[in-house]
């Protein structure tokens, strides 16, 4: 976040969290944080980066809560790729939801099937497990390398949407069984006005385009508005979001939240959450002892969203 918004936001954490700290979990790499409010507690699916990795070579996925955004609950690895039949490898990033009652876990991993990404979604009757592969099956997998991600709101008419990508974005709208889709995947027209930059086939090399969806989307509606936030600008990534009167489009531009900084990672993935009456920015550094680009963990500032409900900059 840019220097003035982190000054408020240190300001805020110092007053609201006094024993907030970052990264919020210092005893394993956590990547790629998605925060998810259930009751009076907020879950964090994450990653898990290994050590000394010098790759993204994941094999698990991990889960944290927390009554008061200061202690953080571990609740072990209820996911892994061994839950899934059709996947061998890149544990990335994931989100889960709930609907009903049930709570879905969209995953992203190498697929056996086809070599390559493919989106995946387990289940469970609790937001700590034990998660099962809800359809012995990828949801979408298509030998692309695209397919990574996956990022799922429910709006207020009940429409679930998964998005997805890098570095295309694609969505669809998902079924109420939260297992299939309605419709066909689309693909979003990335243009200078709705992402500041055209589809990456479109770039031309002098160019120096404002911004550039790369990966990492997190969608959320608020107030009859949707929002997209992405990494952005290839690596170093920073993050940047688009907003949309609706997840169909048409997207506008909105500038950076998090402009690069030195994060000691050169990916960056965010997870937006309200809880408790405060509104909380998750994505992840390379800062905690001996990790890295390769060695991720989930930190988490808290910020106030602008009238207009734009994030501050
Ligand atoms: O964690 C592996 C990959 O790195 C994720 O899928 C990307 O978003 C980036 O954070």
């Known amino acids: 976040m840019k220097k003035k918004l982190m000054t408020m936001v240190i300001l805020a954490m110092t007053l609201a969290t006094a024993d907030a700290q ?28 290994e050590d000394n990795a010098d790759f993204f070579w994941m094999y698990e996925w991990r889960v944290y809560s927390s009554s008061d955004m200061v ?32 709570y879905y ?13 493919a989106i995946g979604v387990a289940v469970a009757d609790s937001p700590t497990g034990p ?27 009940g429409q679930a949407w998964l998005f997805w990508g890098n570095p295309t974005i694609n ?4 079924n109420s069984d939260m297992l299939s889709f309605d419709g066909e995947v689309k693909q979003v027209n990335q243009t200078i006005e709705g992402f500041g930059a055209p589809n990456v ?16 989307p997190w969608i959320l509606k608020r107030n009859s508005l949707c929002y997209l936030l992405y990494a952005a600008g290839g690596v170093p990534e920073h993050i940047a979001y688009s907003t949309a ?20 990672s050169f990916t960056n993935h965010c997870g937006v959450a309200d809880f408790k009456g405060h509104s909380y920015f998750f994505y992840h550094t390379g800062k905690l002892p001996g990790g890295g680009g390769f060695g991720r963990s989930a930190a988490v500032e808290e910020f106030t969203y602008n009238p207009d409900g734009t994030f501050p900059l």
């Open 22 to 49: 970052n990264p919020i979990v210092q005893t394993w790499y956590t990547s790629d944080p998605a925060p998810m409010v259930c009751g009076d507690k907020i879950y964090v699916y994450t990653g898990h980066d």
């Open 71 to 102: 202690n953080w609950t571990d609740h072990g690895s209820p996911l892994s790729l061994r839950s899934f039949s059709w996947a061998d490898d890149r544990a990335w990033a994931a989100q889960t939801i709930e609907r009903n009652g049930k």
């Open 105 to 117: 876990w969209y995953v992203c991993a190498h697929s056996k099937l086809t070599n390559g990404m």
């Open 131 to 157: 998660f099962h592969d809800a359809l012995g099956k990828p949801l979408l997998d298509n030998g692309s390398w695209d397919n990574i991600d996956p990022t799922v709101f429910i709006d207020e008419g």
């Open 171 to 174: 969505y669809a709208k998902l």
């Open 201 to 216: 086939k479109e770039r031309q090399k002098d160019v120096k385009y404002k911004d550039n969806y790369t990966e990492g």
């Open 245 to 264: 009167p609706s997840f169909e489009g048409p997207w506008t531009y909105r500038g950076e939240i998090m402009p690069l900084e030195d994060t000691k």
